[in-house]
């Protein structure tokens, strides 16, 4: 794998790539490729939310299942698709609920969401790797322990972050965050089979924003292209 993820991370997350478990990740990833398994996103690209958004930046977390299995759509950002791809259900139905929520229309054509990233909103998946057409084949092989430790490190020696918790799976993290020091926003998966029971209507976008401003820092510009 050629690995790309910035320093910053790469200073707070250094014990761990030596552990047992990151090593059977290492380990177990080799031997699907040498089984003629294709794995999403490419090696050069599983680590891109760490890569896109440094540590010292973050300001907004939101924690997706694991990458799309669909051939091109996976570029290591949570709901995000590489440009040229055609928006998934569930990233689709977050732009109507942006829409709705700060009046932003976004393209129908265009997934991108690296500029949320580059302005510190780390779109992180529990799984960062994923078998080709075979949705959750890879969380269970140590993927939950790393990004677990991330969403607690983040917890411990950071302030002030927005969580967007969407669906019960994202919402079981919450164990993982001190609502003491963190923002914690909770509602359903922007799935079309959960949206419209308490996504569609939850303003996340504008909350967060509000939130952002009220602690002096800078608003996310959710626009994707000016």
């Known amino acids: 794998m050629d690995v ?26 080799k031997t699907e490729k040498a089984q003629g398994k294709v794995i999403y996103p490419p090696g050069a690209l599983i680590f891109n939310a760490f890569n896109t958004t440094p540590y010292d930046k973050i300001s907004v977390v939101i924690i997706g299942q694991d990458p799309y299995h669909g051939p091109g759509q996976a570029h290591g950002l949570s709901f ?52 080709a057409g075979e949705p959750f084949s890879h969380a269970k092989y140590g993927w939950t322990e790393f990004t677990d430790t991330v969403i607690t490190r983040l ?7 927005v969580f967007l918790l969407w669906g019960k799976f994202a919402q079981e993290k919450q164990a993982l965050i001190d609502e003491t020091k963190h923002v914690v926003l909770k509602a359903a998966h922007p799935s079309p089979f959960s949206a419209d029971k308490g996504f569609f209507g939850c303003k996340h976008f504008s909350k967060t924003n509000d939130i952002l401003i009220k ?4 608003p996310i510009d959710w626009k994707l292209i000016s």
């Open 4 to 29: 790309k993820i910035h320093p910053t991370w790469k200073a707070v997350l250094k014990d761990q790539f030596n552990k047992t478990y990151f090593q059977q990740i290492v380990t177990f990833l």
């Open 80 to 131: 995000s698709v590489p440009t040229g791809i055609k928006p998934p259900p569930s990233l689709m139905n977050i732009f109507k609920e942006l829409e709705k929520d700060i009046g932003i229309k976004m393209p129908e054509k265009y997934g991108n969401l690296t500029k949320w990233a580059e302005q510190g909103v780390l779109l992180l998946n529990a799984a960062l790797t994923v078998r």
């Open 155 to 161: 917890s411990e020696k950071k302030e002030g972050i």
């Open 215 to 218: 602690s002096g820092r800078n």
